[in-house]
């Protein structure tokens, strides 16, 4: 290891692909800060090890992927509030010996609607998908002062099933949120985020019945350089504007940069070089 500048990672596998190294090595020269920030292959049966092999040589802070947000979860000795509502950590660090972890993709969305101009507050939310990403998203929505927030999913029992956990763990915000199928959607919604793998296999998720409302905002986590299947959908039924995943990419980035370095990093330009690297 360079000596004492400081080590950060990415670990999940397959990770080959993340472009978090590039986005904090923006953000790091951005502030000129030195670090060192890398992809790591954890074993999918060995992530507990990999992690403390980490740690105990020295590393400073890791972001966690597919598969490992919910054994990273279980690992930590201390879980932000956010990481406790969400089920699952993506970002990791040593204090006094002890494994901290919180979640940052929830305020990536979060901020990332702002930036297009849709704060959540007093909106019709409707999520689709009930996996990771959707969990992680819930809490800041609902806390964003959302008026409705329903979660519709492929297995109607995953979204049935995600939608009582959040009503036992925030009995405040039960009467706002709703759960159901992909065909239960019906409504007129300001936003719609599609928190599904959908988009991988270039589909959007169906979701008869459901309406945008003037100015609504389609939101799809997924990011591509073309606008993916969903986008397309959603401009097509009179969505205002559509937008894909990358924005809440670096604005998850931010986050888990600002609570490692103390600062929080402009996401614009980044956003604007890692586009360009996209379309290229
Ligand atoms: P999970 O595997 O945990 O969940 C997948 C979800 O997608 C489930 O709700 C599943 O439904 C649903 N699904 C899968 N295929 C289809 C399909 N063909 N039609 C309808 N529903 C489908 O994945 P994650 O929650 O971790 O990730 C979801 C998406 O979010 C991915 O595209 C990922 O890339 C993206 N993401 C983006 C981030 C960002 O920063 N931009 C951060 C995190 C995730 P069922 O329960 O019925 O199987």
């Known amino acids: 290891m360079t000596q004492g500048i400081p080590h950060f990672a990415v670990v999940g596998n397959p990770v080959g692909h993340s472009r978090s190294p590039a986005i904090h090595?923006?953000?790091?020269?951005?502030?000129?800060?030195?670090?060192r920030y890398e992809t790591l292959l954890a074993p999918v049966d060995g992530f507990a090890e990999t992690i403390r092999g980490f740690f105990d040589n020295g590393g400073a802070g890791l972001n966690v992927t597919l598969p490992f947000k919910?054994?990273?979860f279980a690992l930590a000795d201390h879980l932000s509030e956010r990481?406790?509502?969400?089920?699952a950590v993506n970002t990791l660090w040593?204090?006094?010996g002890n494994l901290h972890g919180c979640n940052t993709d929830g305020v990536g969305l979060l901020d990332d609607i702002q930036r297009l101009g849709a704060p959540p507050r007093d909106k019709r939310i409707l999520l689709v998908g009930a996996g990771g990403a959707a969990k992680g998203v819930i809490y800041p929505l609902l806390e964003?002062?959302?008026?409705?927030l329903r979660i519709v999913n492929r297995s109607a029992e995953r979204a049935h099933q995600l939608c009582e956990q959040v009503r036992a763990l925030l009995p405040q915000h039960a009467a706002r949120i709703s759960a159901g199928s992909l065909d239960e959607a019906q409504g007129q919604w300001d936003i719609?985020?599609?928190?599904?793998?959908?988009?991988?296999s270039r589909q959007a998720p169906p979701l008869p019945g459901a309406g945008y409302s003037p100015g609504s905002l389609a939101y799809d986590m997924f990011y591509a350089a073309q606008p993916t299947a969903f986008m397309q959908q959603a401009l097509a039924q009179g969505a205002g504007q559509?937008?894909?995943?990358?924005?809440?990419?670096?604005?998850?980035?931010a986050a888990s940069f600002a609570i490692w370095h103390g600062r929080r990093p402009d996401t614009a330009p980044v956003l604007q070089i890692?586009?360009?690297q996209l379309d290229a």
């Not at 964003?144 to 409705?148: L, Q």
């Not at 719609?192 to 991988?200: E, F, H, K």
């Not at 937008?243 to 998850?252: F, I, K, S, T, Y």
């Open 25 to 35: 090595q923006e953000f790091g020269r951005q502030l000129g800060l030195a670090l």
């Open 70 to 72: 919910e054994e990273a």
């Open 83 to 87: 990481a406790r509502l969400a089920g």
């Open 94 to 96: 040593m204090r006094d």
């Open 144 to 148: 964003a002062g959302c008026s409705a």
């Open 192 to 200: 719609v985020v599609n928190a599904t793998s959908s988009s991988l």
């Open 242 to 253: 559509a937008a894909d995943g990358l924005g809440m990419l670096v604005a998850q980035a």
């Open 274 to 276: 890692l586009r360009r």
